[in-house]
């Protein structure tokens, strides 16, 4: 399986920008986050196709958060903005064969992003 390691969480006002990435240990195909807030299910974040072009967005972060991914460094990247506090909770980088099997795949061990009102 493809390691996956994520970075860049931290605690941010709302309003505030984030940008989380997610270093995988070789070329992978689709690589996606996710995020499971206290108490909550795992949900689906955003999602990025391997060759970068084809993406996809939960509706609760369309306008707001960007995934973007440099292949050259085997990395993901989730740029946040405009964050509320609703979108505390922790981020999973996840990769797989395609963003549709992106739950069947490789996870990472998640990061935590706290917004404060």
């Known amino acids: 399986q493809v390691h996956l390691e994520e970075s860049g969480g931290g605690l941010v006002q709302a309003g505030g920008s984030l940008r989380l990435s997610c270093a995988a240990s070789e070329r992978t195909f689709a690589m996606g986050w996710f995020r499971q807030a206290p108490g909550k299910e795992r949900v689906f974040v955003a999602a990025?196709?391997?060759?970068?072009?084809?993406?996809s967005y939960a509706d609760s972060v369309k306008g707001r958060f960007t995934i973007s991914r440099d292949n050259a460094r085997n990395t993901a990247y989730l740029q946040m903005k405009s964050l509320k506090p609703e979108d505390t909770a922790v981020y999973y980088c996840a990769a797989g064969h395609s963003i549709a099997t992106l739950t069947t795949g490789s996870w990472g061990q998640g990061t935590q992003v706290t917004v404060s009102s």
């Open positions: 990025i196709a391997g060759g970068g072009i084809m993406t």
